[in-house]
């Protein structure tokens, strides 16, 4: 049987792709429903119908953000062929993507809830998470690169993921104050040094 009702008049991935853009840029607090409606092209009545509401876009923004201009982290760790060589493509992929044109600079994670009301503890909570995730993930892949031998045994991975996901926050904030790619990657050379072996 055929669904009734008239079909959404707007493209649902293209809408959550503006939704993204509108949080990346203004935070979540700072994204409000009419700059989310106006991006997105759709009414406050179609946003609540598609997708819940403002968190639940929110949500679904950052799963978005994750799986395209944010994914440089997951495929750095994933794909770099020594713990080394993961940590400094991560560092150099990120801030390049953190400084490119046309879209906000920094990392929508690391930013879009650096201020927060108390009715949304939630998303304070969520984007932390994320957060923490992103920093086992460094840890786990340092941990591989002892296991494989090319980091040293008794290397403390933990404060080492520490200090690489400061410096991976780090420069998603500089980028946002407008720091240079040219002087991100001057940092990025100063923070390898760090890395053992």
Known sequence: MAERGRPRAFDRSLALRRAMEVFWEHGYEGASMSDL????????????????????LFR???????QTDGGHTERA?????TARASIEAMLRDNAEAYTAAGTPH????????????????????????????????????L????????????VDTVA???FFT??????SVQAR???PLEQLARSIDCAMVAMPG
């Not at 409606?37 to 639940?56: R, V």
């Not at 760790?77 to 062929?81: A, F, I, K, Q, S």
């Not at 929508?108 to 994320?130: C, H, K, P, Q």
């Open 37 to 56: 409606t106006g991006a997105m092209g759709i009414n406050s009545p179609s946003l609540y119908a598609a997708f819940g509401g403002k968190e639940a």
């Open 166 to 171: 400061t410096v991976l926050y780090g420069l």
């Open 106 to 141: 920094g990392c929508m994670v690391v930013l879009a809830g650096s201020t927060y009301a108390n009715r949304n503890v939630g998303i304070r909570d969520f984007l932390i998470e994320m957060r923490r995730e992103t920093a086992e993930a460094i840890r786990g892949r």
């Open 160 to 162: 080492l993921a520490g």
């Open 77 to 81: 760790l994933r794909e770099g062929e």
């Open 60 to 66: 679904a923004a950052v799963g978005l953000y994750g």
């Open 143 to 154: 941990d591989r690169g002892v296991a494989e031998g090319d980091l040293p045994a008794g």
């Open 177 to 179: 104050d407008g720091v």
